[in-house]
């Protein structure tokens, strides 16, 4: 896929702009074609020559960019030359959905396992134990914590497992 289809992807642009922020969107978002300078980018882009290193670094760290070091023989000067790998996109999403999936799994396991208590007046929520520690009574107000029914929570859970799962093609949890 090109530069320009992946960047016209709203996953992708939102992807991007969680890694990089607002500063180095732009940097992000204008990948040329070949190899270029930090200070060219940020001199093309009238953008700070930090912000664009930032977004670099980021870049870089998610498999999204490389770079190859020139140094100069006079002056002993490093210079970077910046290529952008795009086409890592797709794997790194993918690999972010079965983080998430991975993380949905522990969570709805843990709402499951556990009997939680709400004190209605501060919207604070108790495990079990920590609402017999208090006496059944909220720390914060005194009020009577009620007992809580997350099966709302579990199933909404449920519903987005389901959607990562066939999103990434993984057999069913449930």
């Not at 500063?23 to 664009?52: F, R």
């Not at 290529?83 to 969570?107: K, M, S, V």
């Amino acid at each position: 896929m090109a530069f320009e289809d992946l960047l016209e992807d709203p996953v992708i642009q939102k992807y991007l702009h969680e890694l990089v922020g607002p500063k180095g969107m732009p940097v992000a978002a204008a990948p040329p074609d070949g190899e270029v300078t930090d200070e060219e980018l940020a001199e093309t882009l009238d953008l700070e020559l930090n912000d664009v290193r930032r977004a670099l670094f980021i870049l870089y760290e998610n498999d999204l960019a490389t770079y190859r070091r020139l140094r100069d023989e006079d002056s002993g000067w490093l210079t970077y030359l910046w290529t952008f790998e795009y086409e890592n996109i797709p794997e790194n999403l993918e690999e972010e959905l079965y983080r998430l999936y991975d993380a949905l799994l522990d969570r709805r396991e843990y709402e499951q396992n556990h009997e939680f208590y709400l004190c209605e007046i501060c919207s604070i929520r108790f495990e079990f134990g920590e609402a017999m520690d208090f006496g059944f009574e909220c720390p914060e107000c005194g009020s009577p914590v009620e007992s809580m029914d997350n099966s709302r929570l579990v199933r909404a859970m449920d519903d987005r497992l389901d959607a990562l799962e066939d999103e990434l093609n993984v057999e069913s949890t449930a």
